[in-house]
């Protein structure tokens, strides 16, 4: 009996083996032929760098990404809300701002006159995170004050509308709109 042993040990590991590599190369695409695969070669372009480049390695990895409800997916990351142009305040029409961004980070530059006719300017920096923002800046008024504070709020979905409450040291809190321009 245990010389049967040594005889179908091999047997029984060869089975498996050939079965294991059918099974994956099935997998992988692989069907039984009696002649290779034809395997096609994109030549133009050199490497995978290149190709990153162009965008074509991306595409081709959405391409073989998994599915949800038939759009492609990849690891349900969000993507960043522009807020980048220009932006008014619908209530106070001679209020504006620009903006400019860089990934989630953006920078602005804004002017414009306080209900009690002082013109002031401010520069600020802030955070987009979701659909939430978050700032902080510095306004310059025309008779001298200098105010120092921080913003947060919300940007609609469409990137077309925004609503901050901020607080500084001069105007207390406030609650301020934007519209893209």
């Not at 040594?6 to 994956?24: K, Q, S």
């Not at 599915?67 to 504006?96: L, Q």
């Not at 002082?118 to 008024?141: A, E, L, M, N, W």
Request: hydrophobic letters at 30%; one cysteine or more.
């Amino acid at each position: 009996m245990n010389e049967n042993k040594g005889v179908f040990r091999p047997i029984f590991i060869g089975v498996v083996t050939t079965v294991l590599a059918t099974v994956i190369l099935y997998y992988l695409g692989f069907e039984k032929s009696a002649s290779p695969p034809n395997v096609s070669r994109d030549t133009s372009s050199s490497t995978p760098f290149d190709r990153e480049k162009k965008g074509e390695l991306t595409q081709d990895l959405e391409k073989s990404q998994p599915t949800k409800r038939g759009t492609p997916f990849r690891d349900d990351v969000a993507s960043v809300i522009n807020i980048a142009g220009s932006w008014h305040d619908p209530n106070n029409p001679a209020n504006g701002s620009r903006i400019t961004q860089e990934g989630n980070s953006f920078q602005f530059n804004s002017w414009g006159v306080l209900p009690q006719r002082i013109p002031f300017v401010s520069t600020g920096s802030g955070t987009i995170t979701g659909q939430d923002i978050k700032t902080t800046y510095t306004t310059r008024y025309q008779n001298g004050w200098i105010a120092r504070g921080n913003c947060s709020g919300a940007v609609s979905r469409d990137e077309s509308r925004m609503t901050l409450t901020c607080t500084d040291n001069v105007l207390g809190t406030f609650v301020i709109s934007g519209v893209r321009q």
